[in-house]
């Protein structure tokens, strides 16, 4: 079936612009998440969401980031005014049940974005 | 936050078995262990996991010790493709999956 998908999957963008990122979860899993990974860094989590609520949002590294998630399906995150730091891979990941089950997250290929 | 320890870098011969430790020493009784790998410029992909006995899919095997305080993945026969970063998390609270660096894993024709 299909799985995690992404767009774009590559986006160049300019410092002080606002980016907007894509999510397509695997229909029917709750729980979705984002994620960043910083060249030659470990996964960094950014925010949860359970349907189209968003439990946990402490990730997010500050007010300039914000995501939402709609019908319980597709998921934006949203950059504004990007700064050169923010240039990183930015996965999505989705799950069937989320919180309080361990379960499997499975990953999108990411967007790779580049704040010149 | 999740505390595993990995070596940083392995090599393995092509067509030989890949063994790739982790510690995680400070795991708690109901905490899974997870493998994921990630090939360059590619999303994390799912291996396998266990809790407390020895598991096996088509990917790989997990062997976990009767302390739970390491595990070994093992590739059993190592291809060119299995050449990636291979993440061993232990620890999901609230649902965030802690990966750290990893153990980047080269097989060598």
């Known amino acids: 079936g299909a799985g995690v998908s992404q767009s774009p999957s590559n986006k160049v963008t300019e410092k002080g612009k606002d980016v907007e990122l894509r999510c397509d979860p695997i229909s029917g899993h709750t729980a979705l998440y984002w994620y960043r990974q910083s060249l030659g860094q470990g996964l960094e989590f950014l925010i949860y969401f359970q349907g189209n609520s968003a439990p946990d949002k402490s990730g997010l590294p500050s007010d300039r980031f914000s995501a939402e998630r709609t019908g319980g399906s597709v998921s934006t995150l949203t950059i504004q005014r990007t700064q050169q730091e923010d240039s990183a891979v930015y996965l999505c990941?989705?799950?069937?049940?989320?919180?309080?089950?361990?379960?499997?997250?499975?990953f999108g290929p990411g967007t790779r974005l580049l704040v010149l | 936050d999740a505390k595993t320890t990995q070596p940083p870098s392995m090599d393995c011969a092509e067509g030989r078995a890949a063994n790739l430790p982790c510690n995680h020493s400070t795991i708690s009784g109901n905490e899974y262990v997870y493998w994921y790998r990630q090939i360059h410029s590619q999303g994390p992909q799912y291996i396998i996991h266990?809790?407390?006995n020895n598991e096996t899919n088509e990917m790989a095997s997990l062997i976990i010790t009767e302390d739970r305080k390491s595990s070994t993945l093992i590739l059993p026969h190592a291809t060119l493709r299995d050449t990636a970063v291979y993440y061993c998390i232990v620890r999901v609270p609230r649902n965030q999956f802690y990966f750290g660096t990893g153990t980047s894993l080269t097989v060598i024709p």
């Open positions: 990941a989705s799950s069937p049940r989320g919180r309080g089950y361990q379960e499997t997250q499975y």
């Open positions: 266990g809790l407390k």
